[in-house]
């Protein structure tokens, strides 16, 4: 693997695990990380679907340009996950801490890992 593509596979590790630690993010920051009045049944929610994710793009770390559709996935969800929260901040002043905690999370990642899969993509296609 050159130079232009070993980072793919490291940033996917790293946002897996992420994915797989937002249960404690939400206990240790919960003005940053968990929505209020606290809902046990949306944390379970949220941990379960993240916590999938993480565990399916650790694999796809493996082989990411197998799992293309995946990553792809991953970054317009967060986007767009980022998106309605930030208007949902905005609005709510309870929720400004989420404004410098998941939503510039989710942001990173979907910026890290569509620039990072687009070089992938091209190299491809070449």
Same mark, same amino acid.
């Given at each position: 693997?050159?130079?232009? /593509?070993r980072y $793919?596979?490291?940033a996917? @590790?790293?946002?897996?695990?992420?994915f797989?630690l %937002?249960?404690?993010?939400?206990?240790?920051?919960?003005?940053?990380?968990?929505?209020q009045?606290?809902?046990?049944?949306?944390?379970?929610m949220?941990?379960?679907?993240?916590?999938?994710?993480?565990?399916?793009l650790?694999?796809?770390?493996?082989?990411?340009e197998? /799992?293309?559709? $995946?990553?792809?996935?991953? @970054?317009?969800?967060?986007?767009?996950?980022?998106? %309605?929260?930030?208007?949902?901040a905005?609005?709510?002043?309870?929720?400004?801490?989420?404004?410098?905690?998941?939503?510039?999370?989710?942001?990173?990642?979907?910026?890290?890992?569509?620039?990072?899969?687009?070089?992938?993509?091209?190299?491809?296609?070449?």
């Amino acid at each position: 693997m050159d130079e232009q /593509h070993r980072y $793919l596979p490291i940033a996917l @590790v790293v946002v897996g695990i992420a994915f797989l630690l %937002i249960y404690p993010l939400m206990n240790i920051w919960p003005s940053g990380w968990s929505w209020q009045p606290g809902q046990h049944e949306y944390e379970q929610m949220i941990v379960g679907i993240y916590g999938t994710l993480g565990v399916f793009l650790l694999r796809a770390s493996r082989k990411p340009e197998a /799992h293309l559709s $995946l990553i792809w996935f991953t @970054v317009w969800s967060s986007f767009v996950h980022a998106l %309605i929260m930030a208007v949902q901040a905005v609005i709510d002043p309870a929720e400004h801490g989420h404004l410098v905690g998941d939503i510039p999370a989710l942001i990173l990642v979907a910026i890290v890992l569509g620039f990072l899969a687009s070089r992938e993509v091209v190299s491809v296609h070449e």
